[in-house]
């Protein structure tokens, strides 16, 4: 067996998750996100807006 024989450990200290394009402004729940802030729901002037679910505000 030489060295070049031997397999290398992948070199890459991120997941296959975190550098896929289910992050940042690519991912299902921006695009959640960015819905609801153009079209939020209200349950009397617009009860087909869309709801804010998953998200943590402080106000």
Do not use: C, R
Not at 25 to 36: G, R
Not at 42 to 57: C, I, R
């Amino acid at each position: 067996m030489t060295v070049l024989d031997i397999e290398q450990p992948n070199s890459d200290p991120l997941s296959k998750v975190a550098i896929s394009n289910t992050q940042g402004e690519d991912s299902p729940h921006f695009a959640k996100w960015k819905a609801h802030k153009e079209n939020p729901y209200d349950e009397f002037n617009n009860p087909s807006g869309v709801t804010q679910t998953g998200l943590a505000e402080i106000k």
